[in-house]
């Protein structure tokens, strides 16, 4: 499956940014889906997930409350609603594609976009 994040953009502190993942060549159904960010001089490390149904979703403690990760199957994507933007937010941001079940560990997907900034301003 090919995986095309969108969405990032600079925001203030305080201001929101909807990430979308468009994903292509396999039936999208059938992928727990997972966004990883990246920031500068660190590891990439695991934002929120969500199982290919939709039903149950993950998040990291620092963005409980905070972003929220729903998907479209009939859309061929997923995406990641960020509200109330802290400056350590700042990051790459990737989609990815799981056939083995949501994971908080990157390496347990298989597929990833290309990744799209987000740059949040203080």
């Known amino acids: 499956v090919q995986l095309q994040a969108s969405g990032g953009g600079l925001v203030q502190a305080g201001g929101s940014l909807r990430l979308s993942c468009a994903a292509s060549?396999?039936?999208?159904?059938?992928?727990?889906m997972g966004w990883f960010r990246q920031a500068p001089g660190k590891e990439r490390e695991f934002v929120a997930a969500i199982r290919r149904s939709g039903g149950s979703t993950f998040y990291t403690e620092s963005v409980k409350g905070r972003f929220t990760i729903s998907r479209d199957n009939a859309k061929n994507s997923v995406f990641l609603q960020m509200n109330s933007l802290r400056p350590e937010d700042t990051a790459i941001y990737y989609c990815?594609?799981?056939?083995?079940?949501?994971?908080?560990?990157?390496?347990?997907?298989?597929?990833w976009g290309q990744g799209t900034l987000v740059t949040v301003s203080s």
């Open positions: 990815a594609a799981s056939t083995g079940g949501v994971s908080v560990g990157s390496r347990g997907y298989n597929y």
């Open positions: 060549g396999r039936t999208f159904s059938n992928y727990d």
